[in-house]
């Protein structure tokens, strides 16, 4: 079974406007973190965010906020005020505690932001 | 510091030969790992080592490909030898152990095989 699951291959949003890129992920382990890496369409991949499974409260940074529902087993990732160099796709990850330092991501989605 | 290096950052060369991409993890860190990042296949976990030593391979496509970490610092992986299909972005990244540590990516290598 998929570990990670993102299920918007694509998807749009206007300048300014908030979107929600959705993840679900799958683990038996009480001890996980959670990642959203963002690969714009020069290539690298560059971090985002990081929420622990023990975090009582959602992470955030400057636009980026995690939506974690921990009952849901789901971890979305909120831009607010997209920007034009929000355009880039977006992984979810995860990394166990038992799982000896690997991560496992997910497909990834495809944001465009249009102006 | 300077982050995860990776050379070359462009490799074209004809099918048959044998290609040998870089890698220089971030000083400190135990865990590197080695992905394959194509439009049909997403991104793929090649292998990773713990320590310099190889925890799990088990992405590796064939026989073809080999992967060492002789120390700390440096890491290859070898394409020997190459086919078309292999063509892909391959990423080096590096984190330290704890479920709480993001890896690193390196700016990655784009490998053309004609």
């Known amino acids: 079974a998929q570990k990670i699951t993102q299920t918007q291959p694509g998807m749009f949003v206007q300048e300014k406007e908030a979107v929600t890129l959705d993840c679900t992920y799958d683990?038996?382990?009480?001890?996980?973190?959670l990642f959203w890496y963002k690969q714009p369409s020069s290539g690298e991949m560059i971090f985002l965010i990081y929420?622990?499974?023990?975090?009582?409260q959602n992470a955030t940074e400057g636009r980026y906020s995690l939506n974690f529902q921990k009952a849901r087993k789901s971890a979305n990732l909120v831009i607010s005020a997209s920007q034009l160099g929000d355009s880039a796709m977006y992984f979810c990850?995860?990394?166990?505690?038992?799982?000896?330092?690997?991560?496992?991501f997910g497909d990834g989605t495809t944001l465009t932001v249009k102006p | 510091d300077a982050g995860v290096i990776q050379s070359p950052r462009h490799e074209v060369t004809e099918m048959g030969q044998e290609v040998t991409l870089r890698c220089k993890p971030i000083?400190?860190?135990?865990?590197l790992f080695w992905y394959r990042q194509t439009m049909m296949r997403g991104l793929e976990l090649l292998i990773y080592?713990?320590?310099?030593?190889?925890?799990?391979d088990s992405g590796m496509p064939e026989d073809r490909f080999s992967a060492k970490m002789p120390n700390a610092s440096f890491s290859t992986l070898k394409i020997q030898p190459s086919e078309p299909r292999d063509s892909a972005v391959y990423f080096c990244?590096?984190?330290?152990?704890?479920?709480?540590?993001?890896?690193?990516f390196g700016p990655g290598t784009r490998l053309t095989v004609l």
């Open positions: 990244a590096s984190t330290r152990a704890g479920s709480y540590n993001e890896q690193f």
């Open positions: 683990t038996s382990d009480p001890s996980y973190g």
């Open positions: 929420q622990g499974s023990y975090d009582q």
């Open positions: 990850a995860m990394r166990e505690a038992t799982n000896a330092g690997k991560s496992t």
């Open positions: 000083s400190g860190h135990d865990y």
């Open positions: 080592f713990n320590n310099n030593v190889p925890i799990d």
